[in-house]
């Protein structure tokens, strides 16, 4: 145990890495390795300001601990001070993933075969003339201990495949990919059709997609699109750290303003499996359900310690660092819209003329939210009709979610392996999004 | 057998900013090690963290071996070249007095935006050794500035950015640059929509990111880019010249070699030159798998397989000024314009943010938020304007790159 500088609060957080990566290009071996790692990550906190430090000696944290003390201010009354205060104490062991689930423990040439097994399915198609097939799997076991007595060892682990491909046929070209994460090896096997319909959608849209016309449209967001969009439009506003001293958030986004429709609800939940599944953040606190709009209002925000004794609102467990270099800001876990009451049959049907964003490239958040489609469809008259080509769909963060007019009832939640949220220095950090089928009356498409 | 090591080593020293006040001090003293063996048709790669282990990671390399990885290329070799960049930096002991100072101006001369994020500054070591007489190491100082800006009178979460990689700690200069730019921003401007300049930094992913993809020697040796078989070809605006650089000159801010010990002369490769696609860029396996020229952009984490890696993109300069290039016609300065991209075919469509009226020289005013589109050809064809001789800002790389885009209010 350590000795942890008195007048101080002080944490320490190692984190115990296990990893693996296997790339095949186009039916070549390019990559196959196993990684174990031990690192810390150490905070003082004076009551004023937060000194850390990140090492990659283990033998070397309590010289750390003693070494941040001495640039801090101690303060005899530290344990009063609000945001240490906030901290939980929390104790125990919480391991998940234990034997038979470990995928530390799963021989990397299962691994292996588990990615070559579905490589079939691109090499196959003459229309795909580049493939990369990924594997990908990580399991951390983190060790909290924390001045106020916190002393917690939890897990994480993810793992899966992702098929990136590139067709080009008569000088048109096309990038699509599959991607499947999970928090077990055995959530990977027999996805062999998901991936044959995928291939078999891009190579449609290769031979048929015509340039969109650019205006506003109606659109309906799959559930990829929607927890996107979700996580860009509303996700990142409701970071508190983001709100800090500033008077003008603050009023904007005060508890109980209506910021979407009656029907609307997102939450926040680190207890969800997929690729946001937090335990307990990087304070130390565990998990919790966060509603962060229910029925169109805005109902809570997402936390560290620090932030939520600001805003003397109660502790989320989104305090998140990428891993030993960093330390915790607010960010997301698993992120989804709530679902509704429609079929995505009567959402598509009550459409005369619109869009459906089917998979996406990428998004984006600020006062306008963008996401970058890659299978997109025109709606006509009811029917999904053809695949249209669109650079980017745009709207205002503050009017869109009043826009949405539809949800379809099954949510469905997505874990990708690779790729991730970036914020200030920390990305990809991996998260869950989703949603329902979500139609938004008016997007800019273009 | 060859034996390779490959080490980094990161020492940093970050300020955290928030509300234009320091909030947190981190530092960071990180080493990466990895060991490669190569028998000329495989390669077995093991790597850890901290101190270097050689034996112990020997054993684990020559276990990798035996997955059977393909590497059948000749590593680097008969090369000692150390280099350093070195930057004039306060004392580390006096550094976060000297960033306190320097907020509490910043606060001053703009009191109507919060300023959050980091500053950091530190030393990069990087270093390839081998059995094969090779020994490269880099050591690059940095000194990184990079802040989200909020107007304090905005819902947004962030309205702008200010980032600069400075070479000598001119806190006056670098206040001058700032207040340029937020000076304008508190001024309202207007430009009639239609199709006109837009001038963005050479180094804006926007204008980067869809050569970064189809300049890919893998997508373009197996024909899936978009320039795939049109080496040779004069596709853009003469005034075109992209290369792949390390060079510390063009912001570049890490070692002068790549993953595979390639080294260009003068740190530079041109894959576009004077509008005509010269070479897409390659680590050793895609120059030797589909006959394309070598041109050094190989990497990847400390213990991967060497792999190609998007390179860092820099136009190279004209011999006109962006004044000189925009004559009397009014541009947008495209600040902030993120989340855009483009279809396959190469048409583009992105949101601006944030947009100031610019004449080349001077920022002017703040224009509302924009849409802007155009096509990879035309927008580096016919309607582009050309890469500016000067820079934005005085402390850092920041040649500007102009060319007429379709712009619409949002």
Redesign the interface.
């Known amino acids: 145990m350590y000795q942890f500088p008195a007048g101080l609060y002080s944490d320490v957080r190692i984190e115990t890495l296990f990893e693996t990566?296997i790339?095949i290009?186009?039916g070549?071996?390019?990559?196959?390795?196993e990684?174990k790692?031990?690192?810390a990550f150490v905070r003082v906190f004076d009551g004023k300001?937060?000194?850390?430090?990140?090492?990659?000696?283990l033998d070397q944290i309590q010289n750390q601990l003693n070494r941040l003390a001495a640039?801090a201010h101690p303060d005899p009354a530290i344990l009063e001070h609000p945001v240490v205060q906030k901290f939980e104490v929390n104790r125990g062991d919480f391991i998940r993933f234990k034997e038979g689930e470990d995928v530390s423990l799963i021989p990397?040439e299962r691994k292996k075969d588990l990615l070559t097994g579905y490589t079939y399915l691109v090499e196959e198609e003459p229309k795909i003339?580049?493939w990369?097939a990924h594997y990908m799997d990580q399991r951390k076991v983190k060790d909290f201990y924390s001045s106020k007595g916190a002393q917690l060892s939890f897990d994480f682990q993810r793992t899966g495949f992702r098929l990136g491909f590139?067709?080009?046929h008569e000088g048109?070209?096309?990038?699509e990919r599959f991607d499947r994460g999970a928090n077990r090896f055995s959530e990977l096997g027999g996805l062999d059709e998901k991936v044959r319909f995928r291939v078999e959608k891009a190579i449609d849209f290769l031979l048929h997609a015509k340039?969109v016309e650019?205006g506003p449209f109606p659109v309906i967001l799959s559930p990829e699109a929607a927890g996107v969009f979700a996580h860009e439009s509303f996700g990142?506003?409701s970071?508190a750290?983001?709100?800090?001293?500033?008077?003008?958030?603050k009023q904007?986004?005060k508890i109980g303003t209506r910021v979407g429709v009656e029907k609307l609800s997102i939450v926040d939940d680190g207890n969800l499996l997929g690729s946001g599944y937090t335990p307990f953040d990087d304070d130390g606190t565990a998990a919790k359900e966060t509603f962060l709009v229910k029925n169109g209002l805005l109902t809570s925000r997402l936390h560290s310690a620090t932030t939520a004794s600001a805003l003397e609102e109660p502790l989320t467990g989104n305090a998140r660092a990428l891993n030993f270099?960093f330390?915790p800001l607010v960010r997301m876990t698993t992120t989804y819209i709530k679902e509704g009451d429609k079929t995505l049959f009567e959402l598509v049907s009550e459409m005369e003329d619109g869009i459906l964003v089917e998979t996406i490239?990428?998004?984006?958040?600020?006062?306008?939210?963008?996401?970058?489609p890659s299978l997109a469809f025109r709606i006509r008259k009811g029917t999904i009709a053809e695949p249209v080509?669109?650079?980017?769909v745009?709207g205002s963060v503050?009017e869109t979610l009043n826009q949405i007019d539809g949800l379809s009832n099954r949510v469905e939640l997505l874990s990708f392996v690779l790729g991730g949220c970036g914020k200030?220095?920390q990305g990809p950090l991996p998260v869950g999004f989703g949603g329902p089928y979500v139609r938004v009356k008016k997007l800019?498409v273009? | 057998m060859i034996k390779e090591i490959f080490q980094e080593k990161i020492e940093e020293i970050s300020i955290q900013v928030e509300q234009t006040r320091v909030d947190a001090i981190r530092t960071k003293d990180i080493s990466r090690n990895a060991l490669r063996l190569m028998d000329g048709k495989c390669i077995g790669i093991a790597g850890s963290l901290g101190k270097l282990d050689e034996n112990r990671l020997k054993e684990q390399a020559q276990a990798s071996l035996k997955l059977e990885i393909p590497y059948p290329f000749a590593p680097s070799e008969n090369s000692h070249d150390h280099r350093k960049v070195e930057l004039e930096l306060p004392d580390e002991k006096d550094w976060v007095l000297e960033i306190e100072r320097f907020l509490q101006k910043l606060e001053k001369a703009q009191p109507g935006f919060t300023f959050s994020q980091k500053i950091n500054r530190g030393k990069k070591h990087v270093s390839l050794q081998n059995s094969r007489n090779l020994e490269l190491r880099s050591e690059v100082s940095f000194l990184e500035i990079g802040f989200a800006v909020k107007d304090k009178n905005s819902k947004n979460i962030m309205d702008a950015f200010y980032f600069a990689e400075p070479r000598k700690w001119n806190p006056e200069a670098i206040l001058d640059e700032i207040n340029r730019l937020f000076d304008a921003y508190q001024k309202p401007a207007q430009i009639e929509p239609g199709k006109i300049p837009v001038v963005f930094l050479g180094m804006d992913e926007v204008v980067l990111e869809k050569f970064k993809l189809e300049l890919n020697g893998l997508s373009y040796g197996t024909g899936a880019s978009i320039f795939s078989g049109k080496m040779g070809e004069k596709l853009f605006h003469e005034k075109l010249t992209l290369s792949q650089s390390r060079n510390p000159d063009d912001g570049f801010s890490g070692s002068f070699f790549d993953f595979e010990g390639v080294v260009n002369p003068g740190l530079r490769y041109p894959l576009i030159q004077g509008g005509v696609l010269q070479a897409p860029f390659t680590d050793r396996k895609r120059s030797a798998t589909y006959n394309l020229p070598l041109t050094g952009s190989s990497g990847g984490e400390y213990d991967a397989v060497p792999g190609i890696k998007s390179p860092h993109l820099w136009f190279q300069p004209g011999k006109e000024t962006m004044q000189q290039l925009l004559g009397d016609r009014p541009a947008v300065f495209a600040w902030v314009a993120m989340g855009g991209d483009y279809t396959a075919d190469g048409h583009f469509a992105c949101p601006v943010q944030t947009s100031l009226l610019f004449d080349g020289k001077k920022f002017l005013g703040r224009l509302p938020a924009l849409n802007i589109s155009s096509h990879l050809y035309k927008m580096f064809g016919e309607d582009f304007i050309g890469v500016s001789s000067d820079d934005m800002f005085s402390q850092s790389p920041s040649k500007m790159v102009a060319m007429e885009l379709d712009v619409e209010l949002a």
């Not at chain 1, 070549?28 to 390795?33: A, G, R, S, V, Y």
């Not at chain 1, 300001?49 to 990659?56: K, N």
């Not at chain 1, 048109?172 to 990038?175: D, I």
């Open positions: 990566r790339q290009t186009l070549k071996l390019e990559q196959m390795n990684r790692t031990r690192a300001r937060w000194y850390y430090a990140s090492t990659t000696d640039m990397i003339k580049m990369v590139q067709l080009a048109e070209t096309f990038k340039p650019p990142h506003k970071e750290d983001m709100m800090l001293g500033d008077e003008t958030m904007a986004w270099e330390e490239n990428h998004g984006s958040g600020l006062s306008t939210f963008t996401i970058a080509k669109i650079s980017v745009t503050f200030m220095e800019d273009r």
